[in-house]
């Protein structure tokens, strides 16, 4: 799929389904692609008008819904690539390998601004941070449309944040939780919501002592073992 979306195109599509209502992202990519045909790229997106978001609305395949002209024109202009800077996306910062000695990286689901409240097989984007007890730094944002149109989503999801060590969801089910592990990430569910920051600073906390889980994501000794070993050690002298 990734020939045939890019990934910035995602994005745009992502938010411009959000001004439409209730028209998913995966139905509007379907109608945008019968119209303008694959691959779809930011390009042909910037020749999208009003009145194509009218015809596609009302096409058979997809339910008439009475979105505001005002919304039309927003979404025309997201699908556009305008006011994409100054959506509810949180800013990305730069990062280069070793800029944050001791650090993992982590994968968040989310489906608004900087919070924590995707689940992992529907949410709209993975907020990803490299984070160590120090900091917690967003380094990238990856919508999840590319991924709804693989035909396993669970393993394109897992692959979309194969880079990461641990990724902290709302819900995942049985199935999407053994596709994440069998990837090397540790999934971890946190019920409360907030924003992901939030949640990642009990994370930070924990990386200065690693419990067992922790220690084997991080590729250490867990801090509780270690503490073992020295009591042997004095206790061998």
């Known amino acids: 799929m990734s020939a045939s979306i890019t990934r910035e195109a995602a994005l745009r599509v992502a938010l411009a389904a959000r001004e439409l209502g209730d028209l998913s992202a995966p139905e509007l990519v379907a109608a945008l692609v019968e119209r303008l045909a694959l691959p779809l790229t930011e390009a042909k997106l910037a020749g999208v008008t009003v009145a194509d978001l009218q015809v596609i609305l009302q096409g058979d395949e997809i339910v008439e819904t009475g979105v505001p002209k005002d919304r039309l024109k927003q979404a025309v202009r997201l699908l556009w690539g305008e006011g994409i800077a100054h959506s509810d996306l949180p800013p990305v910062m730069a990062y280069a390998?070793?800029?944050?000695?001791?650090?993992?990286?982590?994968?968040?689901?989310?489906?608004?601004?900087?919070?924590?409240?995707?689940?992992?097989?529907?949410?709209?984007?993975?907020?990803?941070?490299?984070?160590?007890?120090?900091?917690?730094?967003?380094?990238?944002?990856?919508?999840?449309?590319?991924?709804?149109?693989?035909?396993?989503?669970?393993?394109?999801?897992?692959?979309?944040?194969g880079d990461c060590q641990v990724v902290y969801v709302q819900s995942i089910g049985g199935p999407a939780t053994a596709k994440v592990v069998r990837a090397g990430i540790h999934p971890v569910k946190v019920?409360?919501?907030?924003?992901?920051?939030?949640?990642?600073?009990?994370?930070?906390?924990?990386?200065?002592?690693?419990?067992?889980?922790?220690?084997?994501?991080?590729?250490?000794?867990?801090?509780?073992?270690?503490?073992?070993?020295?009591?042997l050690e004095a206790s061998d002298a």
């Open 97 to 161: 390998d070793g800029d944050l000695p001791g650090s993992i990286r982590v994968a968040c689901a989310s489906n608004n601004a900087a919070l924590l409240d995707g689940h992992f097989g529907s949410c709209e984007r993975f907020l990803i941070y490299q984070v160590s007890p120090a900091e917690a730094r967003l380094i990238a944002v990856r919508p999840t449309l590319e991924a709804d149109h693989a035909e396993d989503r669970n393993v394109a999801r897992a692959a979309l944040i």
């Open 191 to 231: 019920g409360a919501g907030g924003t992901a920051l939030e949640t990642l600073v009990a994370l930070q906390q924990a990386l200065k002592s690693p419990p067992p889980w922790l220690a084997r994501v991080m590729g250490v000794e867990a801090g509780s073992l270690a503490r073992f070993a020295a009591d």
